[in-house]
């Protein structure tokens, strides 16, 4: 089981996303989030995707893309450091929304690229061992370790779909 990360290993920046982590195991926990969130996305049309409640605001789809992207962007940093790898640059996520139309996509494509994603960083998080869950090294001018990433990922989604709920009243 792959225990929360102390707050030394993580920017004060990620300590919202940690801390929506309940004291569960980590893996099992993107694992109902992957299926959940795919079934929830799924249940969209892509009309419903395209919402949005205020201007200037991401539609669904764009939330489901910076879900994938923010996810693939975490995941690396996690492989690199997991390698011995140091120092990263940072990930501005209004360049990666804005530079995608994600909303020309379907959302039920953009639901099963979240979906082989995930499934892809759970099998790459189940293969680090003891030592690289707690290997560290220097994302966005902050110090990071790997399994602050793998809370992150669980945690950053967690937020979303909260934001889901309350502004976009699409039920988790």
């Not at 949005?52 to 450091?81: C, N, S």
Request: with cysteine.
């Amino acid at each position: 089981m792959i225990s929360q990360p102390r707050s030394e290993e993580y920017s004060p920046f990620a300590t919202g996303y940690v801390n929506l982590v309940p004291d569960t195991h980590v893996i099992e926990l993107l694992e109902r989030l992957m299926e959940s969130s795919y079934k929830l996305f799924c249940n969209l049309t892509n009309e419903q995707a395209a919402y949005t409640y205020a201007p200037g605001k991401w539609t669904v789809k764009q939330i489901l893309g910076h879900l994938i992207d923010t996810e693939r962007t975490f995941a690396y940093r996690a492989l690199v450091f997991s390698r011995n790898h140091i120092e990263l640059p940072g990930f501005d996520q209004d360049i990666y929304v804005n530079n995608t139309d994600f909303n020309s996509q379907n959302i039920l494509d953009l639901a099963a690229e979240f979906r082989a994603t995930r499934q892809s960083n759970i099998y790459m998080i189940k293969g680090f061992s003891d030592e690289q869950l707690l290997r560290t090294g220097i994302a966005s001018d902050h110090l990071f370790s790997v399994r602050a990433f793998v809370y992150m990922i669980a945690g950053h989604e967690m937020h979303h779909l909260k934001g889901l709920s309350e502004y976009y009243h699409i039920p988790n």
